[in-house]
């Protein structure tokens, strides 16, 4: 049975800091290539960042550039994202996705809420 599940999203002032983590289960970690997606009501879902199966290179939407950190640990079987310096425009809730890296074949977790705000 396939889980993606995200933790760590809470509510911080502007200029805090909060590191997400999605653990996951069920298939081969290291074949899929690991994606941090954000939604805001009204608006479509937008890719955050990106890593490669093997830790490499990483991919960043541009407001997150400088300040957000993706990393991925095959042993665990875990993706982060350390986000620093947020601000409200961050508000939104963050999916986990998992995408193989020849298929295409994606996984999904259920999301976790950041707000960011005074």
């Known amino acids: 049975q396939v889980q993606v599940v995200e933790s760590g999203g809470d509510l911080v002032h502007p200029g805090g800091s909060l590191r997400l983590s999605c653990v996951t289960s069920?298939?081969?970690?290291?074949?899929?290539?690991m994606n941090w997606y954000r939604h805001v009501p009204g608006k479509e879902r937008e890719l955050v960042a990106g890593?490669?199966?093997?830790?490499?290179?990483?991919t960043y939407v541009d407001s997150a550039k400088g300040r957000f950190t993706i990393s991925r640990d095959n042993g665990q079987n875990t993706v982060y994202l350390q986000m620093n310096n947020l601000n409200p425009d961050d508000t939104g809730v963050y999916y986990c996705?998992?995408?193989?890296?020849?298929?295409?074949?994606?996984?999904w977790g259920q999301g976790t809420q950041v707000t960011v705000s005074s």
């Open positions: 069920g298939f081969t970690f290291n074949m899929y290539n």
């Open positions: 890593i490669s199966r093997n830790g490499g290179r990483p």
């Open positions: 996705n998992a995408k193989h890296y020849l298929s295409g074949r994606e996984y």
